[in-house]
């Protein structure tokens, strides 16, 4: 970002300041994370926080992803599987998947273990998943940590309103 700016504004000045803070907030808003899925090249996938984001076909069919908060030291997620879907087999190199199945039930079709509404479970990086749904659909909330003993941070209430969940 900093080479863009000074690409455009070689002298600082106040211009260059308005340009500088202005990409920082453009950048707060966005965020990404990569997914490394086997036998297919890693996709980036960029998060608009709070919206819904249709993860592409070549890694998953009726699955859609919300970015609701983005640190340094977690990601926080939701995750909507439509009846039937699946995200491909993947892994996360360097974080912990701790997560809370909110809706549905969940099946980890690579361990062949089963999730429902209340269960929570973790998956150590660099661990292989292949997550789908059942004929219900499931809805997921997660969070990426580099931390194992990470604790899952509660959804505020009003978005637990918004979900229609409470």
């Given at each position: 970002m900093r080479n863009l700016i000074n690409l455009f504004f070689p002298e600082k000045n106040e211009n260059y300041s308005k340009a500088k803070s202005g990409l920082g907030n453009i950048k707060k808003k966005f965020d990404g994370f990569v997914l490394s899925f086997p036998d297919i090249t890693p996709d980036e996938i960029m998060f608009v926080k709070?919206?819904?984001?249709?993860?592409?076909?070549?890694?998953?069919k009726g699955v859609k992803i919300m970015a609701l908060r983005?640190?340094?030291?977690?990601?926080?997620?939701?995750?909507?599987?439509?009846?039937?879907?699946?995200?491909?087999?993947?892994?996360?190199?360097?974080?912990?998947?701790?997560?809370?199945?909110?809706?549905?039930?969940?099946?980890?079709?690579?361990?062949?273990?089963?999730?429902?509404?209340?269960?929570?479970?973790?998956?150590?990086?660099?661990?292989i998943h292949y997550l789908s749904s059942t004929i219900d659909g499931c809805l997921v909330y997660s969070?990426?940590?580099?931390?194992?003993?990470?604790?899952?941070?509660?959804?505020?209430?009003?978005?637990?309103?918004?979900?229609e969940l409470t």
């Amino acid at each position: 970002m900093r080479n863009l700016i000074n690409l455009f504004f070689p002298e600082k000045n106040e211009n260059y300041s308005k340009a500088k803070s202005g990409l920082g907030n453009i950048k707060k808003k966005f965020d990404g994370f990569v997914l490394s899925f086997p036998d297919i090249t890693p996709d980036e996938i960029m998060f608009v926080k709070e919206k819904w984001e249709t993860l592409p076909k070549s890694i998953s069919k009726g699955v859609k992803i919300m970015a609701l908060r983005f640190r340094d030291d977690c990601k926080c997620l939701l995750t909507s599987y439509d009846s039937n879907s699946y995200i491909r087999p993947h892994r996360h190199t360097e974080e912990y998947e701790h997560g809370v199945i909110l809706k549905g039930e969940l099946i980890d079709k690579f361990r062949n273990i089963s999730y429902t509404i209340g269960d929570s479970y973790v998956i150590e990086p660099n661990k292989i998943h292949y997550l789908s749904s059942t004929i219900d659909g499931c809805l997921v909330y997660s969070q990426l940590s580099q931390n194992k003993s990470h604790e899952l941070e509660p959804l505020p209430k009003d978005f637990l309103l918004k979900l229609e969940l409470t």
